[in-house]
């Protein structure tokens, strides 16, 4: 096990996004309050006999990593980074499991969670490094959380240390053959950026996200290297931007509530930060990974 210091965002740079205000978030995330990048249907694939909403692209994400983590049915399920819930509710209510475990930094998100009676479910505002499991889980998701997980300024070094300790957490919690599913925003392969695009780059990594770091795909496979094999990996940046183009449009539609509930300035700087984002992955200066690793034995 690695003995390193802790190399990822710290509680308070959490909580500086994700306590702006649960209200607020509320007025632009599908009704589930899933923050991460929804699975649309693909086009001509006769999934849907109706245009695809955010709601069912959110659920079908949803499932696509439970399943892909073998988690229906489970008795025991880890959910690292569990937002206000939307995965834990998933795991319980549909698919079956008995008692699922959600770890976030945000103590308004754990509030939320947790007013809303998940049977089944235990939130605890914990960071994985610290977690002691009384037993082993049966399946571990993390959506969206890996951004988390360095900070900015490390070298690509000191990153995959970060991860790999993670990883190794994993593969202590889990049973031979276990899986890990796990979904990340990447570094995209587009490197020509003018200085408009970093200045935006920038912008949502030190006033969103701040002491985050976008990992390399090769960093996050690395990290895991000797310790999960990678069962199948699937790169989605349209359908982030696709995403973030919708939740643009809802708080847009909202606009003078979310300023009643977090001041122009905020609204201001989300409106930004999701513009940009639209453009960046669909533009592949960013990636979205989709990631199911299985424990070797």
Same mark, same amino acid.
């Given at each position: 096990?690695?003995?390193?210091?802790?190399?990822?965002?710290?509680?308070?740079?959490?909580?500086?996004?994700?306590?702006?205000?649960? %209200?607020?978030? *509320?007025?632009?995330?599908?009704?589930?309050?899933?923050?991460?990048?929804?699975?649309?249907?693909?086009?001509? *694939?006769?999934?849907?006999?109706?245009?695809? %909403?955010?709601?069912?692209?959110?659920?079908?994400?949803?499932?696509?990593?439970?399943?892909?983590?073998?988690?229906?049915?489970?008795?025991?399920?880890?959910?690292?980074?569990?937002?206000?819930?939307?995965?834990?509710?998933?795991?319980?209510?549909?698919?079956?499991?008995?008692?699922?475990?959600?770890?976030?930094?945000? %103590?308004?998100?754990?509030?939320?969670?947790?007013?809303?009676?998940?049977?089944?479910?235990?939130?605890?505002?914990?960071?994985? #490094?610290?977690?002691?499991?009384?037993?082993?889980?049966?399946?571990?998701?993390?959506?969206?959380?890996? +951004?988390?997980?360095?900070?900015?300024?490390? /070298?690509?070094?000191?990153?995959?240390?970060?991860? #790999?300790?993670?990883?190794? #957490?994993?593969?202590?919690?889990?049973?031979?053959?276990?899986?890990?599913?796990?979904?990340?925003?990447?570094?995209?392969?587009?490197?020509?950026?003018?200085?408009? /695009?970093?200045?935006?780059?920038?912008?949502?990594?030190? /006033?969103?996200?701040?002491?985050?770091?976008?990992?390399?795909?090769?960093?996050?496979?690395?990290?895991?290297?000797?310790?999960?094999?990678?069962?199948?990996?699937?790169? %989605?940046?349209?359908?982030?931007?696709?995403?973030?183009?919708?939740?643009?449009?809802?708080?847009?539609?909202?606009? +003078?509530?979310?300023?009643?509930?977090?001041? +122009?300035?905020?609204?201001?700087?989300?409106?930004?930060?999701?513009?940009?984002?639209?453009?960046?992955?669909?533009?592949?200066?960013?990636?979205?990974?989709?990631?199911?690793?299985?424990?070797?034995?």
């Amino acid at each position: 096990m690695s003995a390193t210091a802790y190399q990822g965002a710290t509680a308070e740079a959490i909580r500086h996004h994700y306590d702006v205000s649960n %209200d607020f978030y *509320a007025l632009w995330l599908d009704s589930s309050l899933t923050y991460t990048c929804a699975l649309w249907a693909e086009p001509g *694939a006769g999934q849907e006999a109706a245009p695809d %909403d955010l709601e069912t692209a959110q659920a079908r994400k949803l499932d696509h990593l439970i399943e892909g983590a073998r988690a229906a049915g489970a008795r025991r399920v880890l959910d690292v980074g569990c937002g206000w819930g939307s995965l834990l509710k998933r795991l319980t209510q549909v698919h079956g499991v008995q008692h699922a475990v959600g770890l976030t930094l945000s %103590d308004s998100q754990a509030d939320l969670a947790e007013s809303t009676r998940i049977s089944g479910a235990e939130i605890r505002v914990e960071n994985w #490094r610290d977690h002691r499991p009384a037993e082993p889980y049966d399946a571990i998701i993390s959506i969206g959380a890996f +951004e988390h997980f360095a900070r900015t300024g490390l /070298t690509r070094g000191e990153r995959v240390a970060a991860y #790999r300790e993670f990883f190794e #957490r994993c593969y202590e919690w889990l049973p031979a053959r276990g899986r890990v599913a796990l979904q990340t925003n990447i570094k995209g392969n587009n490197t020509v950026m003018d200085k408009a /695009t970093v200045r935006e780059l920038m912008f949502i990594i030190e /006033t969103i996200f701040p002491e985050s770091e976008i990992p390399a795909l090769s960093e996050v496979v690395e990290s895991g290297e000797k310790l999960f094999d990678v069962v199948s990996l699937r790169n %989605d940046p349209d359908h982030y931007s696709r995403t973030c183009a919708e939740w643009l449009r809802r708080l847009q539609e909202n606009r +003078e509530a979310a300023v009643r509930l977090s001041g +122009e300035e905020n609204v201001v700087n989300y409106e930004n930060y999701l513009g940009a984002s639209v453009r960046h992955f669909q533009n592949r200066h960013l990636g979205l990974s989709r990631i199911i690793l299985e424990k070797g034995r």
